[in-house]
């Protein structure tokens, strides 16, 4: 989706500087295609720039990075609730844009960091507000943030090759890593790949304060919030986790752009696109790879769309 950069310093850019500062922010310009925002403060001590893929409002008013008085974020993500959100903050702020950008920075404002009791969705994002600088994650860093401290400066970014390359970063691998990411198809922010650099850990909220100190919270615990444990699935509990998928599933069908399905005849595609149909009277379009080797699948996707009355286009590759 959309990708960010910036940095945070105790001193101003040089005309020089500030021009490679530029330049390395459009190394991630291909995130977001639709519009590319700078923002830098009055004191020259925040330097911002976002690439935005429009999803959500499509219009120029939800452009980032985003202002309100003396906040400025930038976001990558999706607040999947924000319209529940928008009812509750309606009576403290007057809205401008009908995207979720502008309720995620005045969720920030109202609850502060609290927010994510009332969110539900992927993000991460940075909070300036002429004082302090902030990271938030998501639960589970579905969205990623980097950041790299040198100094009285801190630089950030949604994507890890701005920082990589223009710190000339090196490799550290070991067999931890390597095993890790055998196992689990990536690496998880306990093994950074390059030396220096930070990965922010999943439901947490950083802050760098005006003297550049650093100070770091988890907001939530799934494993702390999660005692109950359930001893035999009963009927009751295959309604709930029904209608949880449900809910699930049309919440993230918000958008004002057509959505896609990548369509495969396993379990989770299936699930989804008969839930779609089915549940929520939605006609999703679905698409699916053809390769050399997949061609029983093929047959079973068209047979699956089919039944469920779904749009299927192959793509051959």
């Not at 969720?107 to 994002?125: A, E, L, R, T």
Request: glycine share 4%.
């Amino acid at each position: 989706m959309c990708g960010f950069y910036g940095l945070f310093t105790d001193k101003p850019l040089t005309r020089d500087e500030l021009t490679d500062q530029r330049k390395y922010s459009k190394l991630i310009k291909y995130r977001g295609p639709d519009f590319s925002g700078e923002y830098i403060s009055n004191k020259k001590d925040f330097y911002s720039w976002h690439h935005r893929l429009s999803i959500i409002d499509l219009k120029d008013n939800s452009n980032q990075p985003f202002q309100y008085k003396n906040y400025t974020i930038l976001f990558n993500g999706e607040i999947y609730n924000y319209k529940k959100i928008k009812k509750k903050l309606g009576k403290k702020f007057k809205f401008k844009t009908n995207g979720d950008t502008e309720v995620l920075l005045y969720s920030w404002i109202m609850w502060g960091k609290n927010f994510y009791q009332h969110v539900d969705g992927m993000y991460s994002f940075v909070i300036y507000d002429n004082k302090n600088l902030y990271f938030i994650s998501d639960n589970f860093s579905e969205k990623p943030l980097y950041y790299l401290k040198i100094k009285n400066k801190v630089f950030f970014s949604s994507e890890q090759s701005i920082l990589v390359k223009q710190f000339k970063l090196k490799k550290n691998i070991d067999s931890d890593k390597i095993n890790s990411f055998m196992s689990l198809g990536f690496l998880p922010y306990v093994f950074p790949i390059y030396e220096g650099l930070n990965y922010m850990k999943s439901s947490s909220i950083i802050t760098f304060d005006k003297n550049f100190k650093k100070h770091e919270i988890n907001y939530w615990n799934k494993y702390k919030n999660n005692k109950t444990k359930i001893k035999s699935f009963n009927n009751n509990n295959k309604k709930k986790l029904k209608n949880l998928l449900i809910e699930s599933i049309e919440s993230r069908l918000t958008s004002d752009v057509p959505i896609a399905h990548f369509m495969s005849s396993g379990f989770d595609s299936v699930l989804i696109a008969a839930i779609c149909k089915k549940e929520l009277n939605y006609n999703l379009n679905t698409y699916t790879v053809r390769t050399s080797e997949n061609n029983d699948e093929i047959t079973h996707v068209k047979k699956i769309c089919k039944y469920l009355s779904l749009p299927n286009k192959i793509i051959n590759f």
